[in-house]
């Protein structure tokens, strides 16, 4: 067997199915099989399992088809049945089962059907933090065999499980050696839908007769702990807003004159020679506008997160909120943070821009929300902004985190919340086979700020006010800690109070 | 680059990508793989799914590709696994 990464710091686990009408499936059935499932782990180490009504219990159980949100569609009906994921935040210990299949509520399969109970089981494995095992009749081996009634978990799987979390007869002797280190979660307020009684309900109990308003239930606690993000997987958390940062921050249009350096003649050049001039003279200055804006509120660069980061006409862009930094060859350009408005013709009362690119025909790319904006130079394009679903982004998707077109392969992609895509430029429409799960990009995490690969041909990505250098070739972070982005990009000085992201 | 000898069709590289006996980087990234990588990823999945090890796609292999089976890799990226134990 394999262990695999973390398994849960607590023993007694909550679950939920979180689909109310599994395709063709009695719910009630479905409940008594998964508790089954569970109990088979149950039996054979510390842990028990207490079925609850909430989307924050440990292992959220639902049946899903195809392309579902976390980047390992399902197949529809024939080879992938399930998958799981170990434990940890966020998704962590869910199970997601194709709806495709053809389920059964029985132990036994036949030609048409699988046993949920079987399957169930083996993913539960995977939730608890057991990888596959190559040892045939295992439970955690890949691929689907079925299971004989009164199944008995194999001995390859029980020593995994007991080695992660205890045997369970050391519960009895209170002799705990390796898994007697996880604790019981202590008793705390009861979630909204459930009941408050203080009968503990493991799957040992379990009575799939009884309904669910009045089975009794232990109180617990909201299952995310203090250091972790709320769980909602399936939502594209907003990026950190930077009038939460700078509380004096105003988003309102500004009503203040100013300073900039670029004269009306200079800036009617650009809109027209731009695409096609050097950098030194591409002309992105800030340009006159009828009422400037103020210097109050300009996010500070040496303490900020970044929205977007792009090389456009060889130069770097940093945007952040309304204002966009600007870094030539010798270093940062004076004048800025200039707003955005100044110098691409964007609406002028967008507050932030998600996302920019280059393309590789040297037209720019703003994604803003569920839209993007084609500039040719420092010019909308006519009949733009458009919908993210004419690149073929799906209709949910709110925003798009970063883009950058990859140096290693030379193709565009786009990253949003915990997915990715790649982008056919000849097509203008996304790949067939995405999106994919960003854990492609190991060590990068989910909800990325910002990417964009810089002039040394490596990529870096983004987060709060740290960055990670990309390995291209090991697909993964050069280094695994952020570093600060301050002193990299905008050359603020390291303050010695402040405590680096490498070493906190 | 010349075609590797082995036969292994892109549905196949595919499989073996996505359960973990080539990298997956090579997804995005599009390297270009030898013979010998393709061999040896198949025996690979051969050895570890039990079943004779030839180093070729065979009606075995093939019967197994098409075998239901868990979405998750078998071969998981070692930094986050933790020691092995075999009895």
Redesign the interface.
Known sequence: FTVHGQKWPHRNLTWSLRTEQPRGLEPGGVRHQLSRALDLWAKNSKLTFQEVNSDRADILVYFQQGYHGDGYPFDGRGQILAHAFFPGTDRGGDAHFDEEEIWLLTDSSDEEGTSLYAVAAHEFGHSLGLAHSSVRGALMYPWYQGLSTNYELPEDDRHGIQQMYGAPEERLWGNIPGGGTQPERPPAAAPSTTTSSTTTITTTTYRPWRTRPTRPTRPTRPNHYPEERPRRPDRYPVKPDYRTERPDYRPQRPHKPHRHHTTPSTTAAIATTSVATSPTTMGYRPRHRSTPSPRDGIPDKCDTSYDAISIIRREVFIFKGRYLWRIGDQGLYEGYPAEIIRLFNLPEDIDHVDAVYERPDKKIVFFIGNKYFLFNGNILEPGYPRPLTDLGLPRSLEKVDGAMVWGHNGRTYFFSGTMYWRFDESENYVELDYPRDMTMFAGVGYNIDAVFQWKDGKTYFFKGKGFWEFDDLRMKVAHEKQKLSAPVWMGCPRKLETPDLETN | APQPATYADSSAQDYLMQ?GYL???D????NLRTDDQLINAIKNLQ????IPVTGHIDEATKK?M?????????K??PR??????R?
């Open positions: 359960f990298p997956e980087s997804r995005e990234t599009g050895s570890y799914s039990g197994l098409k075998a239901k089976r868990c979405g998750l890799p078998d998981l990226d986050f696994s933790r020691t092995r134990h009895r």
